[in-house]
DNA sequence: GTAGGGTTAG
């Protein structure tokens, strides 16, 4: 009888005839409060709310609260104000349900500013209100402000509620501050499963995977059984194949693996520790696969560095009709720009514009940085232009664009104008300064790393220095890269090194070399190509037992060199060459071929350079190695089966080869074609002769 | 009416 009488009124609210509306019904509090609970929109909503009104029931705090709430969750924050601001303010759980839906619709400077104006009102906070407030802090990042509002939980006496507290190990957690999470953490006096979980989620969300992990251990062996959120916090921290093993088998013992969330964390889980085939078997045994299922599987295939296999899976949901979301083409986005395919990039630009999608800002962000990695900047530069809104990260996608391209000029007029609008950020200024770095800016890097600190208060972190060390190690400025590393207020990481040795190898400075060298054997020791460096420094300069030592002490410690190949995409299909590859079907045409263009360009000046061959052998051999070099072999196959004067683009696993880039110039030059490399670091145009990088790299 | 959580642009 009663559900009867309601679903009447309701329905007369939405046929908006709410005279019709039997005046005792509404006197009834309880059916009141249904009632608006169950407006679908905010017309209904505020029929009722004249209707209130008129009954002189919009005064009882008990219904403008819940008035107010479902204004907002409605989406209207405004008309939830406009009712909290006529209401009687005096008491604080009218103030409560107003900062929570601030936070609830992401308004967390209001949030908090509402949480000052309730003080200065007099409105004494409780333990409800700081929940609230604590998270908006930590959402804004803020760190004074999160210790302003810390100092007020323990005046109002919050410091050992157990919601508060485990509310501020988030905060902290979010604004960097993992250590203060800690401090809180260890004072509590009673904890809950949730404080566990909150513990364990900031230190994975800054990346101290190996505390989290530690935790995770501990509360283990202190008998709180993990739930759901308690794994799904720690799965981050894993990062090696027994870590997961380990996960995985208490996720059996707590009868959790048949939790969907548990299952498609944990397919992200083996993807990240190298095993994409148990990611794989997760996926395929989860009996009713959502979409965020399909996604994270994309997603892992796209962490794997596998595009066929994350675009064959586009292919599966499609067939399947079903729907997809922004977060799905994101991660086929993502997938994709390591194919470096820009006829795959113009499907999914074709496939974003058809479908009609959430969140354009970042699919657009996201398709800059495909075209960018696909080595159009052209088209990149037609989204960006085209986008209604920008933010800091798509003026910082494009920026970074023209810097990989070598237009380190256009890179700073973009950096200029953003400026107008935007704060750059740390990451913003690693694009502008690794784009003055390609292009050989050294006076604009100087200017731009002085900037960060006088006028936007940031402190360069080591990707800073590392940039600064390239472009003063580039332009030969060996000393000064010395000199600027002693100097550094922070410990040099392992790229700061790198940059150096790089420019060791440009500048033959054995010395040097070394002394770079020492120090990334210790940092990353498992990374193949600090060896490989130092070796072929050692080799180029003719200390041949040096370069041999390296090669032993590269065996010794297991580390392998990540062989070389060069892809290229052909009529629809890549294609995949390494040294002397001999696979290809064409590999007799395509050896005739390089033979003819090698004489071709020999006559217009190419002499090959034999440093970049590693094997002690004859002259001659040595040129005949370097024939075999994936990129050229790659770039033949281009011209081979590409119509005369289209642009052949090539994609090379590591750093492009020296000898390689002077015979690109010269085949651009007598073949009439532009050709595009992208290789592990930035792109190269070569054209008429000419590389984009004007052999600054 | 309170805290932790599955995919997510540089």
Redesign the pocket.
């Known amino acids: 009888m009663h559900k009867r009488i309601l679903q009447r009124a309701l329905h007369n609210l939405q046929q908006q005839n709410p005279n019709t509306i039997i005046q005792p019904i509404l006197l009834d509090s309880s059916t009141c409060i249904s009632l608006i609970k169950q407006c679908k929109s905010i017309k209904t909503l505020k029929s009722l709310h004249a209707l209130m009104i008129r009954s002189h029931l919009h005064t009882n705090l008990f219904f403008s609260t819940n008035l107010i709430t479902q204004y907002s969750s409605l989406g209207s924050i405004t008309h939830a104000y406009s009712l909290f601001s006529s209401a009687q303010a005096s008491d ?2 009218l ?3 107003m900062i ?1 839906c601030f ?1 609830e619709s992401s308004s967390y400077e209001r949030a908090v500013g509402l949480y000052c104006r309730m003080k200065e009102y007099g409105v004494r906070p ?7 407030v ?2 908006a802090c ?1 959402h804004l990042r803020d760190v004074k402000l999160c210790r302003v509002v810390h100092g007020d939980v323990v005046e109002f006496g919050y410091e050992y ?4 507290d ?2 501020l ?2 905060m902290y ?1 979010r604004c960097e501050q993992v250590g203060v999470s800690r401090q809180v953490f260890d004072r509590m006096s009673e904890r ?7 513990m364990i ?1 900031a230190y994975a ?1 800054n990346g101290f995977y190996k505390d989290g992990f530690a935790l995770f251990r501990k509360m283990l062996s202190e008998r709180i059984k ?5 794994v ?2 720690v ?2 921290c894993v990062s090696s194949e027994t870590d997961a093993d380990e996960i995985s088998r208490v996720i059996v013992e707590h009868r959790l693996d048949s939790e ?6 944990a397919m ?1 889980m083996y993807s990240k520790c190298g095993r994409i085939d148990i990611a794989r078997r997760t996926f395929e045994k989860i009996p009713n696969k ?4 399909w ?2 599987m994309i ?1 892992a295939y ?2 794997a560095d596998m595009p066929i296999e994350a675009l064959d899976l586009l292919k599966q949901l499609k067939l399947q009709r079903i729907q997809l ?4 083409v ?2 086929v ?2 997938a994709c ?1 390591s194919l470096a395919s820009l006829r795959q990039a113009r499907f999914i630009h074709g496939f974003i514009t058809k479908g009609s999608f959430q ?1 354009e ?6 398709l800059i ?1 495909l075209y960018v990695k696909c080595g159009s900047l052209e088209y990149a530069r037609k989204v960006f232009q085209r986008m209604q809104k920008r ?7 494009i920026i ?1 664009g023209y810097g990989m391209h070598g237009r380190g000029r256009e890179a700073l007029d973009l950096f200029d104008q953003m400026k107008e609008t935007e704060k ?5 200024f690693v ?1 502008v300064l690794s784009a003055c770095a390609h292009a050989g800016l050294i006076a604009e890097g100087w200017s731009c790393f002085n900037s960060m600190t006088k006028d936007f208060g940031l402190t360069p972190m080591s990707e800073h220095y590392a940039c600064m060390v390239d472009i003063l190690g580039r332009a030969g400025q060996l000393n000064e890269a010395r000199v600027f590393i002693n100097n550094m207020p922070i410990k040099p990481e392992s790229g700061v090194w790198g940059a150096l040795l790089g420019a060791c190898r440009i500048h033959s400075n054995v010395e040097l070399a070394e002394f770079a060298a020492k120090s990334l054997f210790e940092l990353d020791p498992e990374n193949p190509g600090r060896y490989v460096l130092l070796s072929n420094i050692y080799r180029s300069m003719g200390k041949r037992e040096e370069a041999d030592r390296i090669r032993a002490l590269m065996k010794q410690k297991g580390v392998r060199k990540d062989p070389g190949h060069t892809i290229i995409e052909v009529k629809n299909k890549m294609y995949k060459f390494v040294v002397g590859e001999k696979s290809n079907p064409q590999t007799e045409l395509i050896h005739k071929e390089l033979d003819i263009l090698m004489e071709r360009i020999r006559i217009e000046g190419y002499v090959p350079d034999t440093n970049f061959v590693l094997h002690d052998i004859e002259e001659e051999m040595k040129e005949k190695m370097l024939y075999l070099h994936s990129e050229k072999l790659a770039i033949v196959f281009g011209i081979l089966n590409s119509s005369p004067g289209s642009v052949i683009r090539i994609k090379k696993n590591l750093r492009v080869c020296g000898d390689c880039h002077t015979a690109t110039k010269f085949i651009s030059k007598v073949t009439e074609r532009e050709i595009v490399v992208r290789d592990a670091h930035r792109f190269h145009h070569f054209k008429g002769g000419e590389c984009s990088c004007g052999d600054y790299w």
């Open positions: 604080v759980f103030w409560n349900v929570r936070v409780d333990n409800y209100t700081f929940p609230y604590v998270k930590g509620d157990v919601f508060v485990n509310s190990m988030t957690g809950s499963l949730v404080s566990w979980s909150a989620g969300q993990p739930n759901r959120v308690a799904l916090s799965i981050p969907q969330s548990i299952q498609n964390a992200l959502d979409l965020i299922a996604s994270s997603e796209a962490q979301d922004y977060v799905t994101l991660s986005i993502r720009s969140n800002l970042v699919l657009e962000t996201a940085d933010n800091l990260v798509s003026w910082s996608t970074s750059p950020d740390h990451i913003t694009s």
